[in-house]
């Protein structure tokens, strides 16, 4: 943990010194974190790299090639968002996707894409990066094209997934070793609900 040292002038109390240590008091927080915003092009890079490796121009290339494949719709877009038109679309793209990731997200794609992804105002010659309702069964992918279409369907999906919910503990310890001048600072976080967060690929 980390340790917040009291000046020296402070007085410590003989029962600290003669103490292994003392755990002044715990408080738990919870933390919530909802499903992040759909793809433009340089969040799709930059995620690609996080997981992947894959620099910006591969990724760029891979997703030209999904498009021109008609399995994304196109990628050179600097926009997270869709006009409401292109989101009541988008429950028949999921529920199509749904089959492949159902092991991980059973009967979560039904109703309209929530509200905070939707905003015709935020979006200006071209829409956040999607699947296409193409399947892309039986298409020839490269390794790249298959991890970056993988990306988008995850990101599409989880916009429909519960928030992630995890849980901080925190407890201050006194300690005898430093005759009590010391109080440490233990952290632990246990994960409430899952949520959104099983859709992502391990980095």
């Not at 092009?41 to 997981?51: G, P, S």
């Amino acid at each position: 943990g980390s340790v917040f040292r009291f000046p020296p002038d402070v007085k410590i109390d003989p029962v600290w010194q003669r103490s292994g240590a003392i755990v002044e008091r715990g408080e738990e927080e919870q933390h919530r974190e909802g499903s992040p915003l759909l793809y433009d092009l340089t969040e799709l890079q930059r995620h690609a790299n996080r997981v992947f490796g894959i620099s910006a121009h591969h990724t760029l290339d891979a997703a030209q090639s999904l498009y021109e494949k008609k399995l994304l719709t196109y990628p050179r877009t600097n926009s997270r968002y869709v006009p409401a038109d292109v989101a009541a679309t988008l429950p028949a793209v999921a529920g199509a996707l749904e089959r492949h990731y159902e092991a991980l997200v059973p009967g979560t794609c039904a109703g309209a894409l929530p509200a905070r992804f939707v905003n015709d105002s935020k979006v200006t010659d071209h829409h956040a990066i999607l699947p296409t309702t193409r399947r892309a069964d039986g298409c020839e992918l490269t390794d790249n094209e298959g991890r970056i279409y993988d990306l988008v369907c995850r990101r599409l999906l989880s916009c429909w997934l519960r928030e992630y919910i995890s849980a901080v503990t925190t407890v201050l310890t006194w300690t005898a070793a430093t005759a009590g001048k010391d109080l440490w600072v233990s952290k632990g976080t246990v994960v409430v609900q899952e949520g959104w967060k099983v859709l992502e690929p391990a980095v």
